[in-house]
Nanobody, 116 residues
């Protein structure tokens, strides 16, 4: 099983960013993909999750209206898009596979830097 994320991104405040997470080694539609981020010097922050089978999503209250999760079953890739970026969004973004309430596989992380 592997989750491979896209590379680091640099954005200006107010812009949007889209990070990908390509899954391999298992049936993509069988497990939810969660998105978690970690800002410098802080703990992990759960952003939400997507069910690749039906596209159903759940977003953390904090990100409602600014974040969108999608999943492309043809390419086995999940995406997170975050809009109206601000400096506080600077973080490493991770995708993770959730199995019976636990994260068993993680992507390598994608650093998103928001700076003018």
């Amino acid at each position: 099983v592997q989750l491979v994320q896209s590379g680091a991104e640099l954005r200006n405040p107010g812009a949007s960013v889209k990070v990908s997470c390509k899954a391999s080694g298992y049936m993509f539609t069988s497990y939810n993909i969660d998105w978690v981020r970690q800002a410098p010097g802080q703990g992990l922050e759960w952003m939400g999750r997507i069910d690749p089978e039906d596209g159903g999503t759940k977003y953390a209250q904090k990100f409602q209206g600014r974040v969108t999760f999608t999943a492309d079953t043809s390419t086995r890739t999940a995406y997170v898009e975050l809009s109206s970026l601000r400096s506080e969004d600077t973080a490493v973004y991770y995708c993770a596979r959730k199995v019976r309430g636990f994260y068993d596989y993680w992507g390598q992380g994608t650093l998103v830097t928001v700076s003018s």
